[in-house]
């Protein structure tokens, strides 16, 4: 005859363990199990994160060039770089580059989206999408090295094709006009591409019936996409154009292996300036202090977007 074991209770179930070293060990295991997975990534962006916005940030309010021992000098860096006029032209070409940048990057991307979503048979929407990002997984020094003798005024390939239409070789490279086009140019052809696919994944978001109803109501061809697609589009043209401006402002490979900032400083830029502060001059406290404000002013501008977006960005 079997006998059946009760607990006190008389209720026929085993004995609870709830309280037991093993059900701990397997409490413990489970709250810190996550962190562990996450150590690795933490600890990486502690030191080559976290820290160095830390020790950037502290090297602004120090004088230190590497061989000496670094002094306390205040906001003397601060100063010196808002009396400095090489870096007041640095960015005021980096605030002419990313109004006229991004605003040819996101016209360009908005309307070949526009056009491969629409005109165009699915097989050959993916053919293009490759084809438009695929400068942007080049290297920019590469691609500034081959843009560099493309636009050469003696031997390009540019002014040879201009040359056989009848028009006289242009100094793209030797004058400030050209040389600021050439680089606004190439910065744009080798970026648009990341900005089209955010305008493709927000046109295929939105709906088919949209559409019908807009042409129910008389909608047709420009009116349909300024009353439909940009209001519908409105969130992804807010990250293409917080993510544009925050890159364009960064720029550097572009303006240095084309023209190294010239001729004269017509395309040298703040992040240029930060490079020769630190690494020509060895002026890291200096270099800091640019960096500083310029990361102050990307924070600026970022929040200012997110701010106007609550009037602008319509969500579905």
């Known amino acids: 005859m079997s006998t059946?074991?009760?607990?006190?209770?008389?209720?026929?179930r085993a004995p609870s363990h709830k309280g037991g070293p093993a059900s701990r060990r397997g409490r413990v295991q489970q709250r810190w199990l996550p962190w562990a997975f996450l150590a690795p990534t933490i600890v990486g962006m502690g030191i080559f994160?976290?820290?160095?916005?830390?020790a950037s940030v502290a090297l602004a309010f120090?004088?230190?060039?590497?061989?000496?021992?670094?002094?306390?000098?205040?906001?003397?860096?601060?100063?010196?770089?808002v009396?400095?006029?090489?870096?007041?032209?640095?960015?005021?070409?980096?605030?002419?580059?990313?109004?006229?940048?991004?605003?040819?990057?996101?016209?360009?991307?908005?309307g070949l989206a526009i056009m491969v979503q629409e005109k165009l048979p699915a097989w050959l929407r993916v053919f293009f999408r490759s084809a438009f990002f695929f400068p942007l997984i080049l290297s920019a020094a590469s691609v500034s090295i081959f843009m560099r003798y493309l636009f050469n005024e003696q031997f390009g390939v540019v002014n040879w094709l201009l040359s056989l239409v009848g028009i006289p070789a242009v100094p793209w490279l030797t004058t400030p006009t050209g040389s600021a086009a050439v680089v606004i140019l190439v910065y744009v052809w080798q970026n648009f591409g990341f900005s089209f696919?955010?305008?493709?994944?927000?046109?295929?978001?939105?709906?088919?019936?949209?559409y019908e109803a807009a042409s129910i109501d008389g909608a047709t061809g420009w009116r349909k996409h300024w009353y439909v697609t940009l209001p519908l589009l409105s969130p992804a043209t807010l990250v293409a154009s917080v993510m544009a401006i925050i890159n364009a402002l960064q720029v550097f490979d572009q303006p240095y292996v084309?023209?190294?900032?010239?001729?004269?400083?017509?395309t040298r830029t703040?992040?240029?300036?930060?490079?020769?502060?630190?690494?020509?001059?060895?002026?890291?406290?200096q270099a800091s202090a640019i960096g500083v404000i310029l990361t102050l002013i990307i924070m600026a501008i970022t929040a200012l977007q997110f701010r106007l977006?609550?009037?602008?960005?319509?969500y579905q």
């Open 197 to 210: 696919l955010l305008f493709i994944g927000g046109l295929a978001s939105i709906p088919v019936e949209t």
């Open 309 to 314: 977006s609550k009037r602008f960005v319509f």
């Open 270 to 285: 703040a992040v240029m300036v930060i490079f020769e502060s630190a690494f020509q001059r060895l002026e890291f406290g």
């Open 4 to 12: 059946v074991t009760r607990n006190p209770a008389g209720t026929g």
């Open 258 to 266: 084309l023209t190294r900032g010239g001729p004269g400083d017509s």
């Open 62 to 81: 120090l004088r230190w060039d590497i061989i000496s021992a670094p002094t306390f000098v205040g906001f003397d860096n601060f100063a010196e770089v």
């Open 83 to 110: 009396q400095d006029p090489t870096v007041r032209v640095s960015f005021l070409n980096t605030i002419v580059f990313v109004i006229v940048a991004v605003a040819l990057q996101l016209g360009l991307a908005l």
């Open 49 to 54: 994160t976290l820290l160095p916005i830390v």
